[in-house]
């Protein structure tokens, strides 16, 4: 069964950073991608920043391309995202997800097809 548990979220002003953790268990080789996500009020789910398991390839959304990192510890089982120049837009609650037999791209594509999610941590960009 995998688990994700998000961390590192909270209250920072424009052009700020945050640096966000997913603790990732009960993976296999079933899977091939893990992202971050995020949803707002009143706005639609959004991949943010897909990452490859396996080699490490990564895709961002236009909106944080440039602004936001992604990155992976195998041996901790763990997936951060590194956010900077933080923009009012980009509050919202933050979440890491995946599924099976899913690639990179396809993943980030596809937010409603997060077969298991995080709880989630709140990003909250305000002065």
């Known amino acids: 069964q995998v688990q994700l548990v998000e961390s590192g979220g909270g209250l920072v002003q424009p052009w700020g950073s945050l640096r966000l953790s997913c603790e990732a268990s009960g993976f296999t080789s079933h899977y091939a991608a893990i992202g971050w996500f995020r949803q707002a009020p009143g706005k639609e789910r959004e991949g943010v920043s897909c990452?490859?398991?396996?080699?490490?390839?990564?895709y961002y959304s236009d909106s944080v391309k440039g602004r936001f990192t992604i990155s992976k510890n195998n041996a901790k089982g763990t997936v951060s995202l590194q956010m900077n120049n933080l923009e009012p837009e980009d509050t919202a609650l933050y979440y890491c997800?995946?599924?099976?037999?899913?690639?990179?791209?396809?993943?980030?594509?596809?937010?409603?097809?997060?077969?298991?999610r995080g709880q989630g941590t709140q990003v909250t960009v305000s002065s």
């Open positions: 990452i490859s398991i396996k080699d490490g390839t990564t």
């Open positions: 997800a995946t599924r099976r037999f899913t690639i990179v791209q396809t993943l980030c594509d596809n937010p409603g097809w997060s077969q298991y």
